[in-house]
């Protein structure tokens, strides 16, 4: 399939720049099967559209204050740089965005604000891979210091981010640091809609993967099938790989909530409806065409014009479908993106 056949025009004023508040306030464009109506609505209420038995799968990574500004020096020159983090090897060392990445070459050393600084090991064009003064919770400490919640482009471009990004591009369950993009899904539950959820009797588990800054890159060749994905660390443990094959086993539902949850099942899947424990960097690439293993259905946002997002509702969809639910969510004003309103996507009704 070429990259134009996942293109929509998307009027600006429905990119969204805050969320919606409370949390489940946010809209839910409900669809099920390939066809018949949409129904407009709200995440509060997502509770309508499940049965007791299912579950909802969660990403618990937690963003990092990625986003540093530094100042390399140079015997006499100093130069100001804007550091994004990208993803932690299993080295240790940070690949990283750097701008202007022209003023950086391997061996010079970047400051930051308290004490936190690191060594370029490498460059590549504007990449560099980082070695930090520090690790671990030293190294998380540092970084709530030094940081700044790295907003998707789209944001960045028309706000500076602010303290109460902090707290709203994080989601409440976040408990493993290490990724530089939240699991924009998630982000529209709180802790009443949980309660309410799991008194309803639909269950949850929990899995890791570490959102890195390739998921905001453009797709760059017209035959998508060329395209490449940026690797992400992921695990999921015993605890939930045990409560998803009791929901299969028991006929309910697995429903991932974000693509990242989704991407995840299906890189572990070692079958239909099979699945084990599974630790490592996924590079999955979920477009048209794919057999889904184990996720039945997804909650996820509104995604980006010809990205690779698109793609993989579109698989789960059909790439008509899809096209259906974002005419009518244009049509009906739902706001986009990672701070935008959410679907409720159920390709078998």
Do not use: C
Not at 65 to 81: E, F, H, S, V, Y
Not at 185 to 209: E, K, N
Request: hydrophobic letters at 45%; charged letters at 25%.
């Amino acid at each position: 399939m070429l990259l134009q056949d996942f293109d929509f025009e998307l009027p600006e004023e429905l990119i969204a720049l805050r969320p919606a508040r409370p949390r489940p306030s946010s809209r839910l464009l409900v669809a099920r099967g390939a066809e018949g109506p949409l129904v407009d609505s709200t995440v509060d209420r997502l509770g309508d559209w499940l049965r007791p038995g299912d579950l909802l799968v969660f990403n618990d990574t937690r963003v990092i204050p990625a986003r540093l500004t530094g100042t390399r020096t140079r015997g006499d020159a100093a130069a100001r740089i804007v550091v994004t983090l990208i993803s932690l090897a299993p080295d240790g060392l940070w690949r990283a965005l750097a701008r202007p990445g022209k003023r950086l070459t391997a061996g010079d050393r970047i400051d930051f604000v308290g004490g936190l600084s690191a060594d370029v090991r490498d460059k590549d064009g504007a990449e560099i891979l980082l070695a930090f003064n520090t690790s671990g919770r030293a190294l998380e400490t540092l970084l709530e210091a030094a940081g700044e919640v790295p907003l998707p482009p789209y944001i960045a471009s028309r706000r500076a981010a602010d303290a109460a990004d902090r707290e709203d591009y994080q989601t409440v369950f976040a408990t493993r640091p290490g990724a530089v993009a939240a699991p924009t899904a998630s982000l529209h539950f709180d802790d009443g809609l949980l309660g309410r959820l799991d008194a309803a009797g639909v269950r949850s588990a929990r899995l890791t993967l570490h959102v890195g800054a390739g998921t905001f890159l453009p797709v760059k060749v017209e035959n998508i099938e060329a395209h490449r994905m940026h690797a992400e660390w992921g695990e999921i443990g015993v605890e939930a790989v045990d409560a998803i094959r009791a929901t299969i086993a028991g006929g309910g539902r697995v429903i991932p909530v974000g693509t990242t949850a989704l991407r995840l099942l299906e890189t572990a899947a070692t079958g239909p409806g099979a699945l084990a424990p599974w630790t490592g960097e996924t590079d999955i690439f979920i477009r048209p065409g794919h057999r889904f293993l184990i996720a039945d259905a997804l909650m996820t946002n509104f995604h980006l014009p010809k990205s690779t997002l698109m793609m993989l509702v579109s698989a789960l969809m059909g790439t008509g479908r899809i096209r259906q639910i974002y005419a009518h969510a244009i049509a009906e004003k739902y706001r986009f993106f990672s701070y935008g309103d959410s679907s409720l996507l159920l390709p078998k009704g």
